[in-house]
């Protein structure tokens, strides 16, 4: 079992960054494929990225492919979102999510069996 808790949300202005970090508890963290999620007011949770134990597999949503990158330290048991040219229509909770023993986070928020509590990130215009 892993334990997740997302830092470095915050306010920021449109066109500007945020790197969001996901510490997790365990000994076992590069077995655990990591990814990231998001939710904002009134809509359902929307899969984000996802990047596989080591690293070398990464995916993205449309949505914000070519602004947002996912990486990982395996060393310091963390997972990162470098998030670039915000924009308000990314505001929204962000979660760490992990699965454990695959490639990949799945797209769908139900089949996710370890989530973080969230962070918030605003994007004004």
């Known amino acids: 079992q892993v334990q997740l808790v997302e830092s470095g949300g915050g306010l920021v202005q449109a066109g500007g960054s945020l790197r969001l970090s996901c510490a997790a508890s365990?000994?076992?963290?590069?077995?655990?494929?990591m990814g990231w999620f998001r939710q904002a007011p009134g809509r359902e949770r929307e899969f984000i990225t996802t990047?596989?134990?080591?690293?070398?597999?990464?995916d993205y949503a449309d949505s914000v492919k070519g602004r947002f990158t996912v990486s990982r330290d395996n060393a310091k048991n963390t997972v990162y979102l470098q998030m670039n040219s915000l924009k308000p229509e990314d505001t929204a909770v962000y979660f760490c999510a992990a699965e454990e023993g695959v490639m990949r986070i799945p797209t769908t928020p139900e089949r996710v069996d370890y989530w973080g509590k969230g962070t918030l990130v605003t994007v004004s215009s």
């Open positions: 365990g000994r076992t963290f590069n077995t655990y494929a």
């Open positions: 990047i596989s134990g080591r690293g070398a597999v990464t």
